[in-house]
Structures are given as C-alpha cells and as structure tokens.
C-alpha cells in the first residue's frame, strides 16, 4: 500500500511539474501570440499568419498534423506501458526500447526523442539506486571511477549528438540497435566469474567487496581484472549514451561482469547505480539545449513505471526464453525502420 501511494504522489508530481505548471506557460505564450496576430491581421499578409499559426504548433512540440493535441500523448503513454512490461521481461533498459521505437514510428524530432529516453532510463536508475546501495549490491568503489569517465563522455557525446544532422544520427542509431541485437544473441553471463588476481590498478583503486549471496547463503568475496581496458571501454559506452540516448546498460553489464570480472548481480545492480550519474549528465545537455517536451515526457514516464510495475508482476509466469527473442525481434525491427529512416527509405 506504502509502494502505491508513493507511486501515485510520483505521478501527481511529474503531472504538475510538466504538464500543469509548464502548460500555464505555454497557455500565456499561445494567448500571445494568438493576440499579437490578431492585431497583425490588417497590416500583415495571411501567408505570415499562417507561419505564426505554424511556429506556435511546433513551439508546444506537437506535430502539425491536424490531429487533437492528447493524441501522441495518449499513444504514448499506451506505446510506453507496453515498452515497460517489455524491458522487466526481457530484462532491457527502458532507454533502449523507448528511443528507436519512439523515433521510427512516432513524429517527434530525435532530439526530443533522445533526451526523453534519457529521462525514462534515468528514473528507473534514480529508483532502483538506493535499494540496491542499501542492499550492498551497487558497489561505490566500482562505480565511481568508471562514472567519472562514462559521465564525462556522456557529455561529450551528447553534444555531438545535437551537432550532428538527425539523418546520421539515425543511421548511427539503426546500426548501434542491430548491433545490440547481435551482443544479446552472442553474450554470455557468468554468475562468478573467476577472478585469480586483481591487476595493479584495481588494487590501487582499492576495488573489491564482499557480498551475501541470499539464494545459497553464500558469502561472496570478490575482485576485478583488466581495469585498464575496462575504463577505456567505458569511454566508448558514455559517448554512445549520450548521443543516442540508450542509457548504457545494455553495455555496461557485459564490461563489467565478462571482461572486469565483477559478479553478475554486482555488475548488474551497479550498473543500473551508474546510469543515475551517467545519465543526468548527458540529459543536462539536452535540456539545456531546449529538447524538452511536457507532453512527451510525462506520458512516457508514466506509461514506463506502470508497465514496469506489471511487468514485475508478470515475471513470475512468462517464459523468459519467449521473452528474450521477442525484444530482440522488436529491436531488430526498430533498429532497421531507424537505418532505413535515415538513409530515406
């Protein structure tokens, strides 16, 4: 009960953050506007009217399609719900469903696209984080260093994400999508891997833990290797983070668990602690820039922790395997619409 009522008092604030608060804004500006091309009617030619008429629409961030202002709203807090029970089951990011998907079959521009997708991975980070601190799962000494790379890329590639054409961006981003699509077929998991000895960096770094292993009562005493390709890798990871807007964690799970050695439930809860650093970093850059819109934000955030909640619930029953190659195929998918709407096919 405690859970649904800060679920709900979650809602009520995001709905009055971006759409009620902002919207009064956005109601004046409108009204402006709409006056001062009242008054410009007999002075003015009706083609500058119509392109004030146009720059309005585009100003609140909704397609000019003719269209009621609550439909995207409402196909995407329906797109989203779907994208949220999805991601749990199939065990993906929010960020990496929602971005080509939202980008190849909705009329937003990418850039919106993108730092929403960012803000979707980010809130799942943001509340997932504490627990898995509290837990001791989400380790501080591992995360820490490779933030301060990731977040400092992500930042970096955030901007060149904004200053390159949406058209290469789309391209980039179909690739990187198939490309996921390829490292979830090939990738391996280990549980534990075996670690005989930390390099010298790690060491030095003083990064390594112990943890309780509550399905076999297990206590878990663990280190990392190959700290040095691991960071590098992690340049790499934050500069795509923030030019597409995937969040990272499709990524930073296998570099942490395959290559560093960490256990899988180490990699997975830190990961998940990374994108809460990593991710406000290059979302910053998006918002700073203007690639805000209330209306596709907080549809977006709802329809993701809703669908999370059921997802959850859901896991219990669904096949996993089932699961596992239905995301894949709904991201083969998204990633191919996102190369060919980028090249213009």
């Not at 991975?121 to 591992?142: I, K, Q, V, Y």
């Not at 960071?231 to 990871?237: A, E, H, R, V």
């Not at 296998?254 to 960490?262: F, I, K, Q, R």
Request: net charge positive.
């Amino acid at each position: 009960m405690r859970t649904n009522s800060k679920l709900m008092g979650i809602i009520f604030a995001l709905l009055f953050l971006f759409v009620l608060a902002p919207g009064a804004g956005f109601a004046s500006e409108e009204a402006a506007k709409t006056e001062a091309a009242a008054t410009a009617v007999d002075s003015a030619p009706a083609v500058e009217t119509a392109e004030a008429a146009h720059d309005a629409v585009n100003n609140m961030g909704l397609p000019d399609d003719g269209k009621p202002w609550w439909v995207w709203p409402v196909l995407l807090f329906i797109a989203t719900f779907i994208m949220g029970i999805l991601a749990v089951l199939g065990g993906v990011g929010g960020g990496v469903l929602y971005v080509p998907i939202i980008s190849g079959f909705f009329p937003f521009h990418l850039d919106f696209v993108r730092c929403t997708g960012l803000l979707v991975a980010l809130s799942g980070a943001l509340a997932a984080g504490p627990g898995l601190l509290r837990a001791n799962l989400a380790s501080l000494r591992l995360a820490i260093p490779v933030a301060l790379i990731a977040s400092s890329c992500a930042i970096v590639g955030a901007m060149i994400g904004l200053a390159l054409p949406a058209n290469v961006i789309q391209i980039s981003l179909g690739a990187t999508i198939l490309g996921i699509c390829v490292l979830m077929l090939v990738a391996k998991k280990s549980e534990i891997p075996d670690v005989p000895e930390s390099d010298k960096l790690s060491s030095i770094l003083r990064i390594y833990g112990v943890y309780q292993e509550e399905s076999t009562g297990q206590t878990i005493n663990w280190k990392i290797h190959r700290t040095p390709l691991g960071l590098s890798l992690f340049i790499i990871i934050g500069i795509m983070a923030g030019m597409f807007g995937l969040g990272a964690g499709w990524a930073n799970v296998p570099v942490l668990n395959l290559l560093m050695g960490a256990p899988l439930k180490i990699s997975v809860a830190t990961s998940k602690f990374l994108l809460s650093i990593t991710d406000t970093s290059a979302a910053w850059i998006y918002i700073n820039n203007g690639a805000v819109i209330p209306l596709l934000v907080v549809p977006s955030l709802v329809g993701i922790m809703l669908g999370s909640f059921i997802g959850v619930r859901l896991l219990k029953i669904a096949k996993p395997t089932f699961i596992r190659w239905m995301v894949i195929a709904i991201l083969a998918f998204a990633g191919a619409k996102a190369l060919l709407k980028g090249l213009g096919i």
